[in-house]
């Protein structure tokens, strides 16, 4: 049995009190740590909660996700239209803020911006750039001037962009830059629904523009006066559409060049960056490359090669990432096969990974005015030259 000590103690009013002082007793600082004891186990209950808590947050997040993942190709199913939209962009428009009607401001001050109506009062921006040789005489005039000087004996490339942005993008107004040092004209302009041009895209209404310009160049051009259609990704399918159509009329370009050109949409597509998460999801023709023929988009360059009758050259950059290089390097191969091509120089210019081009940045090749000029000479003056490797 524990002995109990106790003691006594005077009170105020004489009377005593006795304390117990026995150590198992619980006094406050018993009691305080009881309390702490307490709380620390409360919170070290909480944590498996909290945990708990966190997980189904997170599995929540992970089935939306997983819901908005499997929505997509039946919304693009359902809306092909969508479909349309994500291979055109036209929608987006960089860089922010730009007025078209000021060339000027993106440093072109030997430009002009004019409005051309290809059908039924739907008007398209277009820019013209003149040799860079003559920018101090453009400098104050106006349109008659500019299309005066398309008598000179300068060369002029009709440039088709590709998708989204406008005809002021920054690496656009970089090769009018190199072009026009070169010694070339640069005619370019927005296609229906793009930039400030009326109307909305369709594979049709940009190879239409495409005609129209090339048609209204031709008549203010010399017979002499060389015209080169170039185009860009996209642009590329609006070109081999365009000199498709000429060549069975009769009335071929003197050359076609093709910068980062895929064979046609829906292989451009399947190997698309954005297109890798559903790639390999079983249906992706019929949710997403369906969707697109459904838009009446095809861009079949691989077919138009062989409809194609002039010199042709291939630019193509081995990192780009949009427009998979293979893509550029099989046209080549169906181009050198065309019977149409026979007898037209096929030429095809890689440009190595090293240098970084990648999709948009081959008019940083200080060797891209030393190509133009040697294709363009061999072009003129050699058109039943063999294909070239």
């Known amino acids: ?113 004019f409005y051309l109506e290809p059908e039924g009062g739907q008007k398209i921006g277009v820019w013209h750039t003149v040799p860079a040789r003559m920018w101090r005489a453009a400098q104050g005039k106006q349109g008659d001037w ?50 400030d041009s009326d109307g909305s895209p369709s594979e049709r209404a940009m190879t239409s523009d495409a005609v129209f310009l090339y048609d209204w160049l031709k008549q203010r051009l010399e017979d002499k006066t060389a015209l080169y259609v170039w185009g860009h990704s996209l642009g590329t399918g609006v070109a081999t559409n365009l000199v498709r159509r000429l ?27 954005f297109s890798m998460v559903y790639r390999h999801l079983p249906g992706f023709d019929w949710f997403f490359l369906d969707s697109i023929t459904d838009n009446n988009i095809r861009f079949a360059s691989d077919e138009n090669v062989n409809h194609i009758s002039c010199p042709l050259l291939i630019l193509h950059a081995e990192d780009d990432g949009v427009v998979p290089f293979h893509l550029g390097k099989k046209l080549y191969s169906l ?37 133009l000029s040697d294709f363009f000479g061999s072009a003129r003056h050699d058109d039943t030259q063999p294909n070239t490797p």
């Open 335 to 371: 181009a050198s096969q065309s019977k149409s091509l026979s007898g037209h120089m096929v030429h095809f210019v890689p440009f190595s990974s090293s240098l970084g081009y990648k999709h948009k940045f081959i008019y940083r090749s200080p060797e891209l005015p030393n190509i």
């Open 146 to 195: 500019y299309q005066s000087m398309f008598s000179s004996a300068h060369p002029v490339v009709l440039y088709l962009h590709g998708n989204a942005g406008t005809r002021g993008g920054d690496h656009r107004v970089e090769l009018y830059k190199v072009l026009s040092s070169s010694g070339y004209h640069i005619v370019t302009f927005d296609y229906r629904g793009w930039g």
């Open 1 to 113: 049995m524990r002995k109990r000590n106790k003691s006594l103690t005077a009170e105020p009013d004489g009377g005593t009190v006795l304390l117990d002082s026995d150590p198992g007793a619980a006094g406050p600082a018993a009691g305080s740590r009881t309390g702490r004891t307490g709380a620390g186990t409360e919170a070290d209950m909480g944590k498996p909660f909290r945990r708990l808590s966190l997980v189904g947050r997170m599995r929540r997040v992970l089935l939306w996700l997983l819901v908005f993942y499997l929505s997509v190709p039946f919304i693009i199913k359902l809306f092909p239209s969508i479909q349309a939209k994500l291979v055109f962009l036209n929608f987006v428009r960089v860089p922010l803020f730009i007025d078209l009607k000021r060339p000027l401001d993106q440093g072109l001050n030997h430009t002009h911006n």
């Open 247 to 273: 060549c069975d009329r009769g009335t071929p370009p003197h050359a076609l060049i093709l910068e980062s050109p895929f064979t046609n949409i829906r292989e451009e597509a399947r190997s698309h960056p």
